[in-house]
């Protein structure tokens, strides 16, 4: 509990090993649940706002640490906090890469060396007790020493006292020039060691480097921005060609149809795709449109909804004068969400108004779960 409660300390300190751990944590946590609540946004976004929180005293136990301004744990933190909105939001254009942003601010406080020597416990100093954590390992310590026989109370090995009161001889105190010599060999090294982190930002932030490490940071988060981008274009024509199966020509593979109010019914392939059927004035049956070789019928090569993005169906077909338009299951959600909250939409040329199609999904069991309100 007190290890638990020093992560919200806002006055103690961090030493550089407790800060990097603590900050990829809050990285990795927040990289991996998102993946998991990419459709339910407010999740994500109090997922954030903890991580985020985390982040902050941490930061600002390591300036208190080195002994820097407050202002830095503010910009760290509100990079975090940006770049995770933007990554929530805009996910299928940005990726986790653009998490580098807020990481840069973390590096370079962790260039900062400790100021002053403080007793720390797991990297921790403050006012938040967690000497309790390290009492198991002093009684296991204390207990392990071997204790010596003794007799009449008196340790056979206790040196006696003519032993105690022996001194050494004279010379020994003498003046030994090797001896001082290896003291001024310790003192010299102590001042020759430097600071690792301390070092490299003060050659990155020279004068002479710092304009041309600006630009190169600049080059490796626009250049992975741009690859973000096109990794996560969703390659539709490319891709469903060859992969799509031919549609089913039997209509008894259908489930979960249901009706809706401008007389066109909804219904679940046997691939988990959704399927919009409705009747047709067309005698034959036929293949309208497939996405397979690009040929049919143009009106059907998209279900146009209002104020909505257009989604493709991989193939439609006329089957006992009904029409059958099939559409991935990648795209189930976003139909279902359209139907549910759009007002109209038009395929193959049909119009068709989406009124009450909203409460009609939501008295089906299995409808209503997918649909987020």
Known sequence: MQLIKSLFCWHGVDNRQRFIIISIICFVTFIFLTVSLINHKLSSMLLLLFCSAIYLFTTQRRLNDAKLKNQLSIISTTSFIITGLITIFFYDLVSYWLLLLPLLPALFILTYPSQGQKPYIFGYHGPVDLSDLQQTTKVNSHTSRRVEPTMHSININQPSNNESQYSAPAENSKYNPSTTSNINQAENSKQSRFDLGETIRLTLLSHNNSRLIFAAISFVLLLALIISMMTNRSPTAEIYPEKISEAPKSTNSFQHSITLPDNFSIMMSSSNGIVINWQADV???????????????????????????????????????????????????????????????????????????????????????????
């Not at 493709?312 to 969400?337: C, E, G, H, N, W």
């Open 283 to 373: 005698n034959s049956n036929q293949e309208g449109w497939t996405l397979a070789t690009a040929t049919g019928d143009k009106n059907c090569e998209n279900i146009a909804f209002d104020k909505g993005e257009a989604i493709r169906p991989f193939s439609v077909s006329v089957i006992d004068s009904d029409y059958y338009a099939y559409f991935s299951p990648l795209d189930t959600k976003t139909l279902l969400q359209n139907i549910a909250f759009k007002n109209k939409f038009s395929l193959c040329g049909y119009n068709f108004s989406l009124k009450g199609s909203q409460a009609t999904l939501g008295k089906s069991n299995f409808y209503a779960n997918l649909i987020e309100y």
